[in-house]
């Protein structure tokens, strides 16, 4: 089976550009989540989705970012506009209810010029 | 809510040697609690997750951990450490039934020496 599919995997963008990362969760998996991940930070939970809808964004930095899930098998995490701040690698994950293990994809290395 | 803690940020062993990656979790309700690696440039995996059944889990790659909930502990533990096991190794908490968070520690980089 396909595991969470990301991309692009590698972002590199100059200051103030609109950024836009994707993902593809694991067919039948009805949450989605996005992290963030840094060496100061460590793992971020910036939002996370159940059933296409948004439980917690309490993890998102600011207004800048947004993130949709317009059906179950596409979400997307937008930066608007980009700051150097914002690299980072950015991961998205999914899982089946019940606080089922949470399956990872391989991420997208974003950096902002 | 939920904290994890892992005790060093890097734990270097020689090949062959034990492992043993120390996490600690605090929560309000009955965890559940998972261990997950990650590999250069590649996301996380799942290692092993308790779910409140046996209190001692056996996962992937030879790995276990045990639950003791007196010590609020899951350590992680492998008997004979392989050059392959050099990854970060994060631990993760949540609250039971249908939460849906993951509240991840701060990751243990794992060095094999030779």
């Known amino acids: 089976d396909a595991g969470v599919i990301q991309s692009p995997r590698h972002e590199v963008t100059e200051m103030g550009q609109e950024v836009t990362l994707r993902c593809k969760p694991i067919?039948?998996?009805?949450?989605l989540f996005w992290y963030r991940q840094t060496m100061m930070r460590g793992l971020e939970l910036l939002i996370y989705?159940?059933?296409?809808?948004?439980?917690?964004d309490s993890g998102m930095p600011e207004d800048r970012f947004s993130a949709k899930m317009p059906n179950a098998s596409f979400s997307t995490l937008k930066i608007q506009p980009s700051e150097p701040r914002d690299s980072a690698v950015y991961f998205c994950a999914s899982s089946l209810d019940g606080a089922q293990a949470q399956h990872f994809g391989d991420g997208t290395r974003l950096s902002i010029l | 809510a939920q904290s994890v803690t892992q005790l060093g940020s890097h734990v270097s062993v020689s090949e062959g040697a034990l492992v043993l990656l120390r996490c600690n979790y605090s929560?309000?309700?009955?965890?559940?609690l998972f261990w997950y690696v990650q590999y250069p440039n590649q996301g996380l995996q799942l290692l092993l997750k308790y779910t409140s059944a046996a209190t001692l889990v056996k996962g992937i790659n030879g790995f276990e951990a045990e639950f003791k909930k007196s010590e609020t502990s899951f350590h992680l533990t492998k008997p004979s450490a392989h050059m392959s096991d050099a990854a970060e190794y994060f631990c993760a908490v949540s609250e039971g039934g249908g939460a849906q968070k993951l509240v991840f520690g701060q990751g243990t980089r794992l060095t094999i020496n030779p």
């Open positions: 929560s309000s309700v009955p965890p559940y």
């Open positions: 989705f159940n059933n296409n809808v948004p439980i917690d």
């Open positions: 067919s039948g998996h009805n949450s």
